[in-house]
């Protein structure tokens, strides 16, 4: 497959997503080679086994158990974690409102090309010469200003909801952070970088996967890492999230009732020196149900600089300020984290 950098080729097409709704058939643009079958097979074949642990955070050992698995996959999923389901089901609804939206009404609230928030395809798409099977919607902090646009006179459930829900996510990221991170000791400096504070990054991003007339030939999201420290994600009840584990190929996350997954992201795997891996990831999509998933991205302050822990005797990657590594992975996607090596 062909990869681009972003400047190149950064066009209206890599943000408006294809009009889901007055859709014919399947088109070339979204036909995607075929995968290798033999990955498939082991996938398909095991797709009852749960490789990924879920991990109940309130037993004893949830600390020692989440090491291990940041160690070993870099993902894990989590129950027990305190997030109301209400709550969690209430996101899910208002998503599916957003997204039963018509095309028109969605893209009164595009993404700007410079933007970073609205209506829109993944922000990864022009690095790829095929279009995903998605559509998105990107939160950052208060999304007031595009839910008026959307709802002029029923935004504030949307609204409360999502402000809700990222309350909750930051206080579940504070308490997984405390449980990666104490293990390896970091100093006091480094986890207050780490945790939630007011200049923290975050997004909340809510992902829509309409059924798909040909899925074995569509990508939901394609291959990528996240870059930010931690991700929360919620399937929402349809299995799609796949992880990609050297030797074995693509592996199913299935989707657990009331569960999160959670995956470490570039930064994070800067910041452990590659000790927790940054797990390659896709979406894939099917041909009877519309899939929602909504995903919390969380990093340290843009203004400030990231680099292996002061632990690490033998650092593995260059310091460098966080936004200056988001510049270059969304100039050299697929190299940004060989580029930082040392
Ligand atoms: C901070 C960010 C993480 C993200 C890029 C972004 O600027 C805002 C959207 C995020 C998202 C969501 C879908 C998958 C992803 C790879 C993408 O294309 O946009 C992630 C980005 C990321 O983790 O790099
Ligand atoms: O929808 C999914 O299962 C994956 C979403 C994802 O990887 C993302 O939003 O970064
Ligand atoms: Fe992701």
């Not at 209206?12 to 080679?33: A, L, Q, R």
């Not at 095991?46 to 870099?74: E, F, H, M, R, Y």
């Not at 922000?123 to 099977?133: C, H, I, T």
């Not at 470490?264 to 940054?278: C, K, Q, W």
């Amino acid at each position: 497959m062909t990869t681009f950098s972003k400047n190149d080729l950064l066009t209206d097409d890599h943000i408006t997503p294809i009009d889901f709704e007055s859709i014919d058939g399947f088109p070339e643009s979204h036909s995607w080679p075929q995968f290798d079958e033999s990955l498939n097979k082991i996938q398909t074949h095991d797709l009852k086994d749960s490789l990924i642990p879920v991990i109940d955070l309130a037993s004893p050992n949830a600390k020692t158990l989440i090491s291990q698995a940041c160690g070993t996959w870099g993902v894990f999923q989590v129950v027990n974690h305190g997030v109301p389901f209400e709550l969690v089901k209430k996101v899910e609804s208002e998503s599916r409102r957003l997204f039963a939206l018509t095309t028109q009404e969605k893209c009164k609230v595009l993404r700007s090309v410079d933007g970073a928030t609205g209506y829109g395809s993944p922000k990864l798409s022009p690095f790829f010469d095929k279009r995903m099977w998605h559509e998105g919607f990107t939160i950052m902090g208060s999304c007031v200003d595009d839910a008026k646009v959307l709802w002029p006179h029923e935004y504030q459930r949307f609204c409360d909801t999502m402000d809700a829900y990222q309350n909750q996510m930051k206080q579940l990221i504070h308490n997984l952070l405390l449980m990666i991170l104490e293990p390896l000791d970091v100093t006091q400096e480094e986890m207050n970088w780490a945790i939630p504070a007011h200049d923290s990054q975050s997004v909340l991003q809510l992902n829509s996967y309409p059924s798909c007339p040909n899925p074995s030939q569509a990508v939901g999201l394609a291959s990528h890492t996240d870059s930010l420290l931690l991700t929360i994600l919620n399937q929402c009840g349809i299995d799609g999230l796949e992880i990609f584990v050297e030797g074995l190929g693509w592996r199913r996350v299935q989707s657990v009732e009331g569960a999160f997954v959670v995956n470490v992201g570039d930064l994070l795997h800067i910041f452990s020196n590659a000790r927790f891996p940054a797990v390659t990831h896709r979406a894939m999509v099917n041909q009877s149900e519309h899939r929602i998933s909504v995903a919390y991205f969380h990093g340290p302050p843009a203004e400030s600089r990231v680099a292996p822990s002061s632990k690490f005797q033998k650092p593995g990657f260059k310091s460098l300020p966080v936004k200056e590594y988001l510049s270059l992975k969304y100039k050299h996607f697929f190299e940004a984290l060989s580029l930082v090596r040392t």
